[in-house]
């Protein structure tokens, strides 16, 4: 199912649902341009599809925040579709490339050994018609773990790495809970208060709330 447009800035950001697991994966794209990025494309290959069809929008890159499975099974098939580079941190290769890892050998899906054509690093920059994404690397969830930072637009995705009132999982394989909450407290929250949220699963909040709920936990 799709989301709808959420933002009315500049850059504009369309939700594609899938209905297991309730992932959200991003389109955001510059009007004007027409150039965008294609963020986590999970199990709604043709939610995707279809958006990219009806807006005609040149993508530049497919952008991964990590390797589980329900972030990546339409990746190759968007890829080939786009013509656009898959594109990871470089310590994530392990999940992406080991379907035991990154949990499709456990689903009734097919196994997955996924090779991305651009391997990322913290602080790289992408950039789609006028639009800028930074990469930081938040490494906890799993090994290369990002979020996808847009300073202008003040918004960010943060994948599994960060929820509205909740954090990803430390229990999966290669996963670290000491190193999640790091990159949280050190990367996520020192972000200006008012920077909206757009995770892997779930509804957006803000920078703010997620600082105050995580005081509550702590």
């Known amino acids: ?7 009315e800035t500049f850059m504009k950001i369309n939700l594609v649902v899938s209905r297991e697991y309730d992932q959200n994966a991003y389109c955001c794209f510059d009007p004007e341009a027409k150039e965008g990025v294609i963020i986590d ?9 279809s958006f990219l069809n009806t807006e005609q929008i040149d ?13 990546i099974l339409s990746a190759r098939r968007v890829s080939d579709y786009t013509k656009a580079n898959l594109c990871a941190h470089r310590l994530e290769l ?7 890892v990154n949990l499709s050998i456990m689903r009734d899906v097919e196994k997955l050994a996924l090779r991305v054509e651009k391997q990322l690093e913290d602080g790289d920059e992408i950039r789609f018609g006028n639009e800028v994404f930074r990469v930081i690397h938040t490494p906890g969830h799993t ?19 960060m929820f509205w009132e909740s954090i ?17 407290k050190e990367k996520l929250l020192v972000l ?12 957006p909040t803000d920078i703010s709330h997620e600082t105050m709920s995580h005081r509550r936990i702590e």
């Open 192 to 203: 200006p208060g008012d920077t909206i949220v757009y995770p892997g699963h779930g509804r």
């Open 59 to 71: 993508v530049k890159a497919i952008l991964l925040t990590h390797g589980h499975y329900d972030h």
């Open 94 to 100: 392990p999940v992406l490339e080991d379907p035991a």
């Open 41 to 49: 494309p999970g199990l709604n290959c043709d939610g995707i599809v």
């Open 168 to 184: 990803g999982r430390a229990d999966l394989p290669l996963g670290d809970g000491q190193e999640l909450m790091r990159s949280i």
């Open 143 to 161: 090994p290369g773990g990002v979020c996808y930072y847009n300073e202008r637009e003040k918004t960010i995705f943060t994948g599994d790495t």
């Open 1 to 7: 199912m799709g989301g709808g447009l959420f933002a």
